[in-house]
């Protein structure tokens, strides 16, 4: 029997489960694979779930044995594996250096994580890999959830300063995190959630919550094994989550920040335990390169991408996948040589060079055969479904297709904002312009303007040839003059206006000062003791003292007057789903006079008085009064439109602007404006 054997297991529920069992088909079954003989060895899944279904701490074996007889010992943890013989270990955690979480129901092996770090630099487009690779693997039918976990002590990134991080941008629960997740859910065409954004001030913060609970039982809390195994604890959270809707095929990591560097070090070891707990065929590691291409010497040098993936190869991980970000194609002497250095085939040194859209690059990664070799690598090929990958790839090569080709009509777009000067800080509104213009067949250019130089005097000079005009989000009270003398431009001139958040506000403060006639409208962010405060706190804002994460967050449900101009854009529907970002309103005790003054409130709050939309009445609609200002498109929004949408479902809020600018720079064109795609059956409602 096996008791008689020299292996000795300190635990006697281990002992007492090996007297009832089989030797031979224990010990002797060829079935089972390295990494679960590292399972039974007392190595990997410390946490266990119990027959109650609570995640608990389970001591592994502890083992004496004859080297010599290593051989012999064939691994039986695939009956471990959830299984009562777990469960029943359970004593304390003081006795070993363990910890790594598994929630109830989690299926290892059939989960899969596609992992990618940077190497060399920041900034060389780990997100939009990511969401590509993760858009080739979605296409072929496998359900996917991308996570960004960010090396930054900040809980999430509410409160960082778009200069240094560019845009902050909300998911539908609420959660305001990195500009990233924008990325991925207009790739995949998903909403996320909290659990697809970590930082390390979350991390650290639980832990410590959870210590001051008593919930590591007595244990000295360290960075290995409880910071890794709460990282680890997440991941798999999220795999069993998905999309929401089905557990995920792949779980797709993004790294933030580039390997050496001392915030995602944690990260970096979590996953390489990751790796070795999940077993062969369960993670692939993409490390994302650069290729150095001095203009001096005018060829590409390959050292400095050496030394980066040599860096990964230090903290215990062998890279699969090599993806090298470059000007211009790499040759296959760059290629060779790192294959060479790195120990990946070349076959898996993959071409990241600049392209003229990120919306070309699945199909160039899926033409490269990337989405093949990591189908390869974690096993994948049978979970394929090519009649939805054929459909998914039509709808992608068909956009990027009009995206291409060439246009006959061009369009200036003036976006107004203090952050002029760094692009990334709107680009979810830039995403948004492309997105609609290319819909409508036409060709948007940006011209950006800083706010904090627009005067009442040089206004008209520099707007003068913009086709229309974004005035989008903001705090502060930088710049703020400047918007609202862009807003009255465009409301006396005739230019297409669409004003998000701030831009939604300042079109109400413009309006009661020039068309109202009261001077010292404003609102009380920018002028606590203005005489009227047309724009003002909202009530559950005025006692909260926090700064981070105490904004009126997330989706919300804005009911739309029906036969208005909102109301047709977002196809005559009654009530639409926005994500907001905000702590001011229209004053209530304002809304009566201004809409009588000719500013019509089209978009609303369900239950309470916030107004929510604004437009002008169209010239010669029902809505139009005689004696009353009238537009051809003016409107504000006080969601941010920007945040929805994609691709495939370009917002209608931008729809109708560049459809309201063709129209006003080419007379003869026949665009409506709430023209919509075929395939946008619910645009800008992800």
Known sequence: MVTGSRWRFRNPAIRAWIRRSSTKRLWSDGRHGEDERASVLGIVRPLVASPTGRVVDSVMPSFESDPGESRQFESFSGRLTGSDLLASTVESSADTELYSPIPEGYRRGFHKYVVVMGTVMSGLGKGIF??????????????????????????DSGTLNPYR?????????GTECDMDLGTYERMLDQNLTRRNFITSGQIYRDILDRERHGGYLGRDVQ????????????????????????PADVVFVEVGGTVGDYENGFYIEALRQLAFEEGPNSVCFVALTYIVEPPAL????????QLGVKRVMEAGIQPHIIACRATNPINPTVAEKIALFTNVPQRRVFSMHDRKSVYEIPEAMRQEGLDREVLSILNL?????????????????????????????????????KYASLRDAYASIVKSIEHS???????????????????????????????????????????????????????????????????????VIEFARNV??????????????????????????????????????????????????????????DVVRQRFRHRYEVDPSYIERIEAAGLFFSGRHPQFPIMQVLE??????EEAVEGKPTHPYFVAAQFHPELTGGPLRPQPLFVGLISAAIRRKYPDAQTPLWTRPAEATEAGQP
């Open 223 to 246: 960075m290995i094994p409880h910071v890794t195994g709460e990282v680890k604890r997440r991941l798999r959270e999220l795999a069993m989550y998905g999309d929401g809707k089905r």
């Open 437 to 507: 213009a290319t819909h409508l067949g036409a060709e948007a250019e940006l011209v950006w303007i800083n706010t904090a130089e627009i005067t009442e005097d040089n206004v008209a000079n520099r707007l003068s040839e913009v086709d229309a005009v974004v005035v989008p989000g903001g705090f502060g009270s930088r710049g703020v003059e400047g918007k609202i003398s862009c807003v009255r431009y465009c409301r006396e001139n005739g230019v297409p206006y669409l004003g998000i958040c701030l831009g939604f506000q300042v079109g």
């Open 381 to 417: 090929h049978e979970r394929v479904d090519l009649a939805h990958e054929d459909r998914a790839r039509e709808q992608w090569v068909g956009y990027v297709r009009r995206m291409n080709q060439p246009k006959s009509r061009f369009l200036k777009i003036g976006l107004t904002g």
């Open 616 to 621: 002008l009445p169209q010239p010669g609609s």
């Open 298 to 305: 005018g060829e590409q040098k390959s050292k400095a991408a």
């Open 516 to 573: 109202m006639g009261l001077k010292d409208a404003n609102s009380t962010e920018l002028d606590p003791k203005t005489h009227d405060p047309v724009i003002s706190e909202l009530p559950d804002q005025k006692k909260i003292e926090q700064l981070g994460g105490s904004m009126r967050l997330g989706g919300q449900d804005v009911r739309l007057e029906p036969g208005s101009l909102v109301w047709h854009l977002f196809g005559k529907k």
């Open 130 to 155: 990511a969401s590509s690779s993760a858009k080739l693997i979605k296409d072929k039918g496998l359900t996917v959830a991308p996570i960004k976990m960010e090396g930054y002590l900040n809980i």
């Open 165 to 173: 991080h560019g845009e902050v941008f909300v998911l539908d629960d």
